[in-house]
């Protein structure tokens, strides 16, 4: 019988499945009387003691003391000199041997006059060049049917492919034991769960005011409260108790994903959810090109902004590989699908959401004013979160134009303003003529917004019609007014409009500060009306929590 060579880009010893599985071929193909030979790199792979084969470590060029620094390179330049060391040993081996491979760059080396058998698991997605290589050797070995079927239609005769699955050694897995006696035993030992496991991998930092960290961590802890060990946070530089959290050190997207698929791989983890367009691409990249772990993906879309052609490429090539797609809003996800068309990935809407503990407060508005040092018995329109967004007004331009039309005796507070943008909304107060009956104050943290929500009459989110707001957000004031149980004045959107309607809002056209005040004027007027839509807003809110927000996304994963 011939002799065997198995070339493969391994190391001995790893756990992974793929890696058994090679192992466990080459004894059987030893144990069946076949001559052969495991070629392996030299780094990583131990010693395996007495093995019915011959093992031949190739010389790699080692550069993973810098990974931390090179990234992926490590990795690529290993594959590289393994493959060219693999090369210059076949250039002066016998030709009867016969080459075994699962790695399809090996396929070449039947150019060098060898028979080559393949073993294929799968077929990657950019499938022109693996079935061009796939026409050199002689023949291939498939897992499955499907597989099997995939090669005849691109070409390669039926004749030279075998339909082998994969196999069990039953001296391990044929243990004789019944179901209770197997629950038993898995109770006295510890066996990680890792078929679940879920990492939400990011870049960010923590604490900080931004509302988008805010949504991170709110989802973070919701994760954790479902999913307990079983869920990891990842960042630059996070600290949150109750969390499994991952720290990296700050560096460019490129290298952090690589970090993260070293994490991923060595905590055997199986879902990765993300809402970094950037790194999302590269952790996915990655493990195409060099980990080849079996993950499902979760891209959460917010925006539909790509700023140029690369932004616009990330965004279709995640769209076309990632498992699930979750928008914001109704009209961000058709905007998307008009844009990118994606396939048969599941596609959820599935907006922001709220921490009832912080937001449902008892306080009454007159024990809020009075902690607060706001003015008594007069009314009190309120607006809470950031003035501007990407440099665009949120409708405060607007409130200060409509306070003209209401009576002297109305005041507004704006609570999470930056300095500069204090001053120039002050600036316009000034120019309204209204600044005497204006309080434009700092950003504050949740506990105390609640309170600032309920010392209000009235809650305000006039947005202007502009894109970003019409289609892309979900915003957390949102349902932070509605658990707040005070009447909400907002501008009528589509983005709004999956959570707002007529039965727990009054809604008014954007970008008319006239239309604003009668809005205004009429919850001032009816204070039974404020009431209705006050408490229906309320009651729908409460489907509206980050756990109810997880515990449905946990179910689409199933």
């Known amino acids: 019988m011939n002799k065997i060579i198995y070339i493969t880009n391994t190391k001995l010893g790893t756990s992974k499945a793929h890696g058994y ?72 081996a016998s030709r009867q041997s016969i080459i075994y491979t699962r ?26 060049v693996f079935f061009l290589m796939m026409r050199l050797v002689h023949r291939v070995v498939v897992i499955s049917g499907p597989l099997r079927d995939a090669f005849i239609v691109r070409g390669i005769p039926a004749h030279r492919l075998l339909l082998a699955p994969d196999a069990v050694d039953l001296s391990i897995f044929d243990l004789g034991l019944n179901p209770e006696q197997a629950r038993v035993a898995l109770r006295a030992s510890t066996v990680p769960d890792g078929g679940s496991a879920l990492i939400y991998c990011t870049g960010i930092t923590y604490p900080s005011p931004h509302a988008n960290r805010m949504q991170t961590i709110a989802m973070a802890r919701a994760f954790a409260a479902q999913l307990g060990n079983n869920f990891y946070l990842g960042g630059v530089g996070i600290q949150l108790d109750g969390v499994n959290v991952v720290t990296f050190p700050k560096s460019h997207v490129s290298i952090l994903a690589w970090r993260y698929l070293q994490f991923i791989r060595d905590h ?15 952790i996915m990249l990655y493990n195409v090109l060099f980990f080849r772990l079996s993950l499902r993906y979760i891209y959460e879309v917010h925006a539909l902004l790509a700023r140029n052609i690369v932004d616009r490429w990330v965004d279709r090539y995640l769209t076309a590989r990632v498992h699930h797609l ?9 905007a998307f699908v008009s844009v990118y068309r994606p396939g048969s990935q599941s596609l959820v809407v599935s907006g922001d959401a709220v921490d009832l503990s912080i937001f449902d407060s008892s306080v009454l508005a007159s024990n809020a004013r009075a902690m607060l040092n706001l003015p008594l018995n007069v009314p009190l329109l309120g607006y809470t979160g950031h003035f ?53 104050l700092p ?3 949740q506990t105390e917004l609640a309170v600032y929500q309920r010392a209000c009459d009235i809650l305000l989110m006039p947005f202007p019609n502009r894109t970003h707001f019409a289609q892309y ?24 409009r999956d959570v707002l309607s007529e039965a727990n809002s009054v809604l008014v056209p954007p970008g008319d500060p006239h239309a604003l005040a009668l809005g205004i004027k ?31 996304i946990l179910g689409l994963l199933g």
């Open 268 to 282: 055997h983890i199986v879902r990765v959810y993300a809402r970094e367009a950037r790194l999302l691409f590269c």
């Open 326 to 334: 979750l928008f914001l809003t109704t009209a961000l996800r058709d």
């Open 103 to 128: 790695d399809y760059v090996v396929a070449l080396f039947a150019l060098l006059g060898y028979r080559l058998i393949y073993e294929c698991h799968s077929i990657p997605q950019r499938p022109l």
């Open 522 to 552: 009429r919850l001032l007027d009816d204070h039974a009306l404020g009431a209705r839509l006050a408490a229906q807003a309320y009651q729908d809110v409460k489907k509206y929590t980050w756990d109810e927000r997880v515990r449905g």
């Open 473 to 496: 957000m979900s915003p957390l004031k949102l349902f932070e007014y509605m658990a707040a149980e005070r009447p909400i004045v907002a501008t009528d959107l589509p983005s709004l």
């Open 388 to 440: 501007r967004t990407l440099g665009m007004d949120k409708g405060i331009h607007d409130i200060l134009l409509a306070l003209r039309e209401l009576p002297a005796h109305v005041r507004f507070v704006a609570i999470g303003g930056s300095d500069a943008d204090i001053a120039h909304y002050a600036a316009e107060a000034r120019a309204a003529g209204v600044a005497d009956r204006v309080m434009l």
């Open 21 to 92: 599985q090679i192992l466990a071929m080459a004894k059987a193909f030893a144990q069946a009387g076949t001559q052969l030979e495991l070629w392996v790199p030299r780094r990583g792979s131990p010693t395996l003691g007495v093995a019915p084969f011959a093992v031949r470590r190739l010389f790699v060029l080692n550069l993973f003391p810098f990974e931390r620094f090179l990234g992926f390179i490590p990795v690529f330049v290993q594959a590289v000199t393994f493959y060219c060391s693999a090369a210059f040993r076949a250039l002066f």
């Open 443 to 445: 950003r504050v943290s």
